[in-house]
């Protein structure tokens, strides 16, 4: 059981079992029970993985404001270069004037750089009253959490599934 284990990390007792049948063949015979005990007294639990949080704004429909500046979007884009390599696009547009504040390109864009951008963005334009995102994990971050509270802008996410 122990080779077995040592290949297979992320093998539950339950999987464990359904390989035994392979050691059936050679005459070892083992039920699942045994396997359950087994594999708990080695210490061979395998460990639950963490559950995404959900973030915490409000879900109530965001109030639509028509003056220019009050209510931006952010959402993120993805392609591929021809070699393979992936990027992503963090876009921030005026809801009312359609108009494209930033685009931002790179490989990798954390919460502490959408934040450092928005701040950035903020000393030239002004904040806006509202920021609207969706759930995605670098919108939800920390960074982004307290980096709303301080600069005073209210920060809505969309309900998932729902574009608008």
């Known amino acids: 059981m122990g080779l077995i284990t040592q290949q297979r990390r992320r ?5 464990l079992h ?14 699942r029970k045994r396997t359950q005990r087994l594999h708990r007294e080695e210490g061979l639990t395998v460990r639950r ?15 639509v404001l028509a003056l220019p500046n009050q209510r931006w979007s952010l959402d993120f884009v993805h392609d591929q270069l021809a070699t ?10 005026d809801d ?6 930033r685009a931002v390109l790179d490989t ?3 919460g502490r750089r959408v934040v450092r951008e928005l701040a950035d963005l903020i ?13 995605e994990t670098e ?3 920390n960074a982004v959490l307290a980096w709303s509270g301080d600069a005073g802008v209210e920060w809505h996410y969309i309900a998932p599934g729902k574009p608008t």
């Open 84 to 93: 393979g390599r992936r990027f992503r696009i963090l876009d921030i547009v």
């Open 108 to 110: 990798l864009i954390s």
């Open 123 to 135: 000393t030239r334009r002004g904040a806006p009253k509202m920021i609207v995102s969706d759930n």
């Open 139 to 141: 919108l939800t971050s």
């Open 49 to 63: 993985r963490k559950v995404r949080r959900r973030a915490v704004g409000a879900r109530a429909p965001a109030p």
């Open 18 to 31: 359904i390989l035994h049948i392979l050691l059936r063949r050679d005459g070892i015979a083992i039920n």
């Open 96 to 101: 009312v004037t359609r108009e494209c504040l």
């Open 11 to 15: 093998f539950g007792y339950r999987r």
